[in-house]
């Protein structure tokens, strides 16, 4: 077992009381008196250093938490600073000239938004009240990118042209009624677009059949013909 302590204040602790039993009688212990002055003199010049390395630590620790304060502040002003020439280069008519003259980046110009998402997981269904068929589906549009409207065309059989049908909006719905009596095939596409740009359309081939005595319209099948999804029957 270790004599002398390994911790600092233990240590001086351990030092200061010994130092001072043996040197009221340094021969009883086989010491001489000048063995004893010189560990009294190393007793005291380590706990007068310790203790200012205490001191001068607290002090560090005061002067770091004051200077990260004040480095806050002046991130805090400059950036209101800067704020206020931005607004007021974006009232000129050469707006690029006065970050020049300040000596500052000028604005980078917006990124473009991405084109909407492909609508996916389609549902079909014909609603009892009227015979209308309603479409639904899903879009995974970023949440910074909004205000995107879905396109619905349509075509009767697999050849020709697309014809607009309507329009949805984020609801991602659209309820088809204007669908032809004894139309038992019809292609749909939903195609998100956002100012002006277009994403990729969602296709889908649609047959109805008809059941029961009164002859109700019914999907019999669906079918996702661009690979982006699998539409299914509505619940």
């Given at each position: 077992?270790?004599?002398?302590?390994?911790?600092?204040?233990?240590?001086?602790?351990?030092?200061?009381?010994?130092?001072?039993?043996?040197?009221?009688?340094?021969?009883?212990?086989?010491?001489?008196?000048?063995?004893?002055?010189?560990?009294?003199?190393?007793?005291?010049?380590?706990?007068?250093?310790?203790?200012?390395?205490?001191?001068?630590?607290?002090?560090?620790?005061?002067?770091?938490?004051?200077?990260?304060?004040?480095?806050?502040?002046?991130?805090?002003?400059?950036?209101?600073?800067?704020?206020?020439?931005?607004?007021?280069?974006?009232?000129?008519?050469?707006?690029?000239?006065?970050?020049?003259?300040?000596?500052?980046?000028?604005?980078?110009?917006?990124?473009?938004?991405?084109?909407?998402?492909?609508?996916?997981?389609?549902?079909?269904?014909?609603?009892?009240?009227?015979?209308?068929?309603?479409?639904?589906?899903?879009?995974?549009?970023?949440?910074?990118?909004?205000?995107?409207?879905?396109?619905?065309?349509?075509?009767?059989?697999?050849?020709?042209?697309?014809?607009?049908?309507?329009?949805?909006?984020?609801?991602?719905?659209?309820?088809?009624?204007?669908?032809?009596?004894?139309?038992?095939?019809v292609n749909y596409t939903i195609t998100g677009t956002r100012s002006g740009v277009?994403?990729?359309?969602?296709?889908?081939?649609?047959?109805?059949?008809?059941?029961?005595?009164?002859?109700?319209?019914?999907?019999?099948s669906v079918t996702e013909k661009t690979g982006e999804s699998t539409p299914k029957?509505?619940?």
């Open positions: 077992m270790a004599i002398v302590p390994t911790k600092i204040n233990d240590l001086l602790e351990f030092a200061s009381i010994h130092s001072s039993l043996w040197a009221q009688t340094p021969t009883a212990y086989g010491l001489t008196a000048a063995q004893c002055t010189a560990l009294t003199n190393a007793v005291n010049a380590a706990t007068g250093a310790y203790s200012d390395a205490l001191d001068a630590n607290q002090a560090k620790i005061k002067a770091t938490g004051t200077s990260n304060q004040k480095i806050s502040a002046l991130r805090t002003s400059l950036a209101e600073t800067i704020s206020f020439i931005k607004a007021y280069a974006e009232t000129q008519a050469d707006p690029a000239q006065i970050f020049i003259n300040a000596q500052l980046p000028p604005p980078a110009p917006p990124a473009p938004a991405p084109a909407p998402a492909t609508p996916t997981d389609v549902k079909v269904g014909v609603r009892l009240t009227d015979g209308a068929v309603e479409l639904k589906w899903k879009a995974s549009n970023p949440q910074a990118t909004g205000g995107v409207t879905y396109v619905i065309r349509r075509r009767f059989g697999s050849v020709g042209p697309f014809e607009y049908a309507g329009l949805a909006g984020s609801e991602k719905t659209f309820v088809d009624e204007t669908l032809p009596r004894g139309v038992d095939f277009s994403g990729q359309p969602c296709e889908i081939a649609v047959r109805f059949g008809t059941v029961g005595p009164g002859g109700a319209l019914n999907v019999v029957l509505a619940a």
